[in-house]
Nanobody
Framework: QVQLVESGGRLVQAGGSLRLSCADS????????MGWFRQAPGKEHEFVAT????????YYADSVKGRFTISRDNAKNTVYLQMNSLKPEDTAVYYC????????????????WGQGTQVTVSS
C-alpha cells in the first residue's frame, strides 16, 4: 500500500530555495506516476509538476516552469521537488500524490495523497 509522507517545507525568504521530499513507506513508489500539487489558503488544489515512473517524462505548471524541478529516486522510494527563485505567491501547502496511469495534471487521476508540507515565502 502506498503511504506518502512529505517533508522539507518551512519559512524562506523570497528568492530562496527549498527541496521538498516525498517518501513512500510502502516501497511501491516506482510503480506510480508521481505529482506535486499545492493549495494556498482559500484556493483549490493547483497542479505543480508530474514525473513518469521512469523519470524520463516531466511536466510543469507554467507558473513554476524554469524555477522548479521534479525528480525521483526509485531505489530510495522518494520523489523530490527542487524549488528555486521562490516567490511569495508560491506560499501554500504542498502535497505529493501517486497516480496509477500516465503523467497527468488532473488531481482526479491521483489515487494516493500525502498529508502535505507547508511552504511559506516571505517578501
Amino acid at each position: 500500500q502506498v503511504q506518502l509522507v512529505e517533508s522539507g517545507g518551512r519559512l524562506v525568504q523570497a528568492g530562496g530555495s527549498l527541496r521538498l521530499s516525498c517518501a513512500d513507506s510502502g516501497r511501491t513508489l516506482s510503480t506510480y506516476t508521481m505529482g506535486w500539487f499545492r493549495q494556498a489558503p482559500g484556493k483549490e488544489h493547483e497542479f505543480v509538476a508530474t514525473i513518469s515512473r521512469s523519470g524520463t517524462i516531466t511536466y510543469y505548471a507554467d507558473s513554476v516552469k524554469g524555477r522548479f524541478t521534479i525528480s525521483r529516486d526509485n531505489a530510495k522510494n522518494t520523489v523530490y521537488l527542487q524549488m528555486n527563485s521562490l516567490k511569495p505567491e508560491d506560499t501554500a501547502v504542498y502535497y505529493c500524490a501517486a497516480a496509477p496511469g500516465p503523467v497527468s495534471t488532473l488531481k482526479t487521476e491521483y489515487t494516493y495523497w500525502g498529508q502535505g508540507t507547508q511552504v511559506t515565502v516571505s517578501s
